[in-house]
Structures are given as structure tokens and as C-alpha cells.
């Protein structure tokens, strides 16, 4: 899959297009790719996606901007493994915000990214201050000659999949709706980095991924699964959060301590699958009681990823 950012130069294909932000990479996102790569497959176009990066209410409105489901390598890698031959990363700044529905249009979608074939959800609004609608799309496309298609909403169980619904199951611990509406175990991938190396000393060795997002959509403590320390997978127990026993910083932190692993981790990037929340971050009034809770923690994960 190819990846230009910022101003893209003209594309040597014509596209088929599909816009928004796609994080999580969702069903309802994915019953868009799956329309969007098989109507390139019939016109003879190359598949793209257009994605913005930040968030534009990380821009405008940054403290009550939405916590992000996935950092942009975790999108780009959820868009391949749909088939995606192409995706463009707009920069999202206050400049590119001011264009007009008409200039978003002619340049972005005409001239620099080429589209022939342009699919989009229903509520879609583009343009500055959001004036472009599915009627102004509909008579842009008339004007400069390509087809345009509405995605309808995509439901489970009856509730409308959105990024915004995946959040709420994540944030109440409900892994396993998080999965339905996701299509998949929630996880977040990383680079092992440096830390305080205190798990090493309560007995119970962690390693501290590097995380990307804007601040995690979940915490707690949790049984996982994951992938990169070696061949498979490797079961073990999680911490995201504040570590309010260790710290009073307030900086989130990705910890995991992998069962029965030996072995170098510092630099490898890992993926974190989160399988069931085990409870919520405590804080102990010793590093003893701590190191007594998380063998305890680690006797229920062992349980729930023999179930599993």
C-alpha cells in the first residue's frame, strides 16, 4: 500500500475514493472498503483513501477532542489489511480547514488525488466551516465528471457502529461488545522502550510500550495476548493507566508482563490484544501489597487465556 502526506502531487491513477478519519477501523468502516475496493475493481481504478491527520477537533477543539482508537501506523496497517492500495494523509491545519466546499473539491479531489469514483457516509459534511453537504457533493460531481455513492449506516444488534460507540464499550470494560462492533480484539501496538524497571524488582518483569494516542481509550488492569516478542503469540497480564502507586505524574502508561517469556524486548514493537478487563487501577499504601495484587492478577489472567 502506498502513502503520500501533506500536499499530494498529481496521482499517475485515477482513484476510487472513500473520506474520513477512520479510526478504529470499524465494521461500519469496513463494510465502506469493502465497497470502495470492489467498485475499483470494476471502473479500473486504484483504490485510495483520503485520512486526516490530526483529528480536526484535536485542532479546534483539542480538550474535549475524542480519545483516539488508533494511532495513525495502527491505521495505516488496519487500512492494508483491507486492501487499500492507497492512502493520502492530509495534514489538518487551520488553512486547510478554510477551503471552501468548492476548493476542497477542485483541489483535493479533482486535481491533486484524481477521483473518478467518490463514496461517502451519509451524514458527511466537508468544507469550511462544514457548509459542503451530500446535495453540494452531488452537483460538484456533475460538474467535474465523477460518481458519487452514499454509504448507508451500518448496524449490530440494532445499534449504529461508530468510532464514538466503540469508546463507550471500551470505556465501560466491555471487551467483548468493543470486539462485536470492531470485528476484532481491541488492541494498541507500540516500540518497547526504557523504564523504571520496577516490575523487574517486584518479581514480575513488564514491558513499557510506547504508546501514540492521544491518551488511551481504556485502562485498568488486563489479561492480553501479544504479538512481536517472538513466534505467535505470548499470553500475559497488562496495566494501562496512571500507576497511582508508583507515580503522582498522571502520564498514562502501556505495562505488560508476559507469562513464561525469556528474552530481549527493548526495541521491539509489539501488539497488545486486550481480552478481559480484570479490574480497575488501585492505589496500595506499600510496594508489597502490590506486588501481593498483581499475583493475584496474574492467576486470574492465566485463567481467562486458558478459557480463551
Known amino acids: 500500500m502506498q502513502v503520500t502526506r501533506g500536499l499530494a502531487p498529481r496521482l499517475d491513477r485515477p ?12 465494521k461500519g468502516h469496513q463494510q465502506m472498503l469493502k465497497r470502495l475496493v470492489r467498485a475499483a475493481q470494476t471502473h479500473g481504478l486504484m483504490s485510495c483513501v483520503l485520512t486526516f491527520e490530526p483529528h480536526p477537533r484535536e485542532l479546534f477543539t483539542p480538550a474535549s477532542a475524542p480519545t483516539r482508537l488508533t494511532s495513525l501506523r495502527e491505521k495505516l496497517e488496519l487500512l492494508a ?31 491533486s488525488l484524481r477521483a473518478r469514483w467518490v463514496l461517502v457516509g451519509e451524514d458527511f459534511r466537508y468544507g469550511a466551516r462544514r457548509m459542503g453537504d451530500w ?41 467483548a461488545q468493543a470486539e462485536r462492533l470492531l470485528g476484532r480484539r481491541y488492541s494498541i501496538s507500540g516500540r518497547v522502550v526504557h523504564g523504571r524497571k520496577l516490575g523487574r524488582e517486584l518479581g514480575f518483569a513488564t514491558a513499557n510500550v510506547q504508546m501514540k494516542h492521544n491518551r488511551p481509550p481504556l485502562s485498568g488492569i488486563f489479561a492480553v ?20 502507586t508508583i507515580t503522582a505524574n498522571g502520564h498514562p502508561t502501556l505495562e505488560v508482563h508476559l507469562f513464561d517469556f525469556h528474552g530481549e524486548l527493548y526495541g521491539r514493537h509489539l501488539r497488545v490484544e486486550f481480552l478481559a478487563k480484570i479490574r480497575d487501577e488501585e492505589k496500595y499504601p506499600d510496594l508489597e501489597t502490590l ?3 498483581i499475583a493475584r492478577d496474574c492467576e486470574i489472567a492465566r485463567e481467562i487465556l486458558e478459557s480463551h
Open 225 to 244: 495476548r501479544v504479538y512481536g516478542a517472538g513466534e505467535g503469540a505470548c499470553d500475559g497480564v497488562a496495566s494501562l493507566g496512571l500507576r497511582p
Open 291 to 293: 506486588k501481593a495484587q
Open 15 to 26: 482513484v476510487a475514493l472513500t473520506i474520513g478519519n477512520f479510526d478504529g477501523v470499524h
Open 135 to 175: 446535495a453540494a457533493l452531488q452537483r460538484a460531481a456533475e460538474r467535474h465528471g465523477f460518481t458519487v455513492e452514499a454509504m448507508p449506516t451500518v448496524t449490530e444488534d440494532n445499534q449504529r457502529v461508530s468510532s464514538s460507540a466503540v469508546r463507550a464499550a471500551l470505556a465501560a470494560g466491555d471487551l
Open 81 to 111: 489489511e483491507q486492501g487499500v492500495e492507497h492512502v493520502h494523509v492530509q495534514r489538518f491545519s487551520r488553512a486547510f480547514a478554510a477551503l471552501s466546499p468548492d476548493e476542497f473539491v477542485e483541489r483535493v479531489l479533482v486535481e
